[in-house]
């Protein structure tokens, strides 16, 4: 075991967000951080800072960093914030856990198109499972900049810690019970926010983002609902609130994407030697399986799909999309 775990908090994964939180969980006491690179833990133990991933924001003295998963498991509880392909692999490796596990990844398994929380049960059956979810730009929260996200936990007393240990008066979460809702909500905004991406990469103005972002939100709402969501947490901070972030800036990796595809670039170069993670590339074929399972119609996703794999142009996902049946707005 390491000097210093107890009353701490791991943070699983040294990228923009594992880091950030990290930030976050010092503020409140120790928070030990695992990263696969051996730069992170080195720049993050020397400099106080995470030159690869978030470069230029300066650490708090309590964040530690270490090389070695082990070191983590007798924390109070864990941040496991690896991009979501990798999340089982990770938790796989680890001994069985009894810590709470707070999932921050956004989106879905491709294998098995589960979300993350049913990945994590079945890789650490013991470990209550919390979501944390929410717009939230790394820079700014490790900024310490205001920021509020859901935190959705089926155990109200576990909710509760969690809250008193990373609540701040910058960062607030809002408690939920509702973990579908909060997981869908994140992974679903990611493909829209590439949809978004292509509007501004075509220079179709700022009124067809809005009808982007309204439709799209409709789309999540009916997949969410089909999948046992609730309507209130997908018009929260982490379904309409994130939605609204991540479809707004360049700040957002899914959205610089979706720019560069409307811009022309192919998905395989702008995808090719990349090292930060665009979830949404990974989520938006898995997505698009599971609305056809439930039967659900998301045509933006449909269509983030078809640009992805190169089969439709973006000008001819976009004339698609825009010759879709006129229809009523609640239907
Ligand atoms: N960056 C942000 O502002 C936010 C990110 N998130 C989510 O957090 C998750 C992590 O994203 P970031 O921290 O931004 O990552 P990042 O894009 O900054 O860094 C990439 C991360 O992937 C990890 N990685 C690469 N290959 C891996 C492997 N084989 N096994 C395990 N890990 C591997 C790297 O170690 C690094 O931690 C994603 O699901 C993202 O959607 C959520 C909220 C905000
Ligand atoms: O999830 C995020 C903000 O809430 C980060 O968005 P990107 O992954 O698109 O950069």
Known sequence: MTAGTQGAIGIIGGGAWGTALAQVAAAGGPALLWAREPDVVTSINSRHENSLFLPRVALDRQVRA?????????????????????????????????????????????????????????????????????????H???????????????????????????????????????????????????????????????????????????????EMTRFGLARGARAETLAGLSGLGDLVLTCSSTNSRNFSLGKGLGEGGSAADLLADRRTVAEGAFTAPVLHRAAAEVGIDMPIVAAVCALLTGEASAAAVVEQLLARPLRAEGG
């Open 140 to 218: 700014e929260v490790a900024a310490r900049q205001p920021a509020a996200v859901t935190l959705a936990v089926e155990d109200a007393e576990v909710g509760e810690r969690l809250l008193a240990r990373l609540a701040r008066p910058w960062f607030r979460p809002y408690l939920s019970d509702d973990v579908i809702g909060a997981e869908i909500g994140g992974a679903v905004k990611n493909v829209l926010a590439i949809a978004c991406g292509v509007v501004d990469g075509r220079g179709l103005g700022l009124n067809a983002r809005a009808a982007l972002i309204s439709r799209g939100f409709a």
């Open 66 to 138: 270490t090389a070695d998963l082990g070191d983590l498991v007798e924390c109070d509880a864990l941040l496991v914030v690896t991009p979501a392909q990798h999340m089982r692999a990770v938790l796989a490796g680890m001994p069985r856990l009894a810590c709470p596990l707070i999932l921050c990844a956004k989106g879905m398994e491709e294998a098995t198109r589960k979300l993350m929380h049913d990945v994590a049960r079945e890789e650490q059956p013991d470990a209550p499972i919390a979501v944390l979810s929410g717009p939230t730009f790394a």
